[in-house]
């Protein structure tokens, strides 16, 4: 059995027991959390739509952080315009102990 779901903006296959990073949280750790579902797969009948309108995925947050840093370059050649930035994007580490549906 497995959902798509809807967190951050973004959707994520899950299964049962299965750990993800999505956009950052509000929760801390050892939370519950309750995402959307737009489509359920159980034993091979998939539902979608309508017929998943109440359901939900139950997740507790294991822990939150940043990713590895993504540097950025840009630069003007023959100008001597250059510009170094990084970004690290925060996240939401969730593992997923129920779908409901």
């Known amino acids: 059995m ?3 779901i809807v967190a951050g903006g973004k959707q994520y296959k899950v299964e049962q027991d299965s750990v993800i ?3 950052l949280l509000a929760e801390k750790e050892n939370e519950t ?3 959307k579902v737009l489509m359920l797969n159980k034993d091979g009948q998939i539902s979608c739509g309508k017929a998943v309108e109440n ?3 139950e997740a507790v947050v294991v822990k939150s952080g940043k990713g590895r840093k993504i ?3 840009k630069y003007k050649s023959k100008k001597n ?3 170094r930035q990084g970004h690290r ?3 939401t580490e969730v593992k997923i102990t129920a779908i409901n549906g």
Do not use: G, H, N
């Open 2 to 4: 497995y959902a798509i």
């Open 21 to 23: 990073k999505v956009e």
């Open 33 to 35: 959390v309750r995402f």
């Open 55 to 57: 359901a939900y995925a």
């Open 71 to 73: 540097d950025i370059f």
């Open 81 to 83: 315009e250059r510009k």
């Open 89 to 91: 994007q925060p996240y």
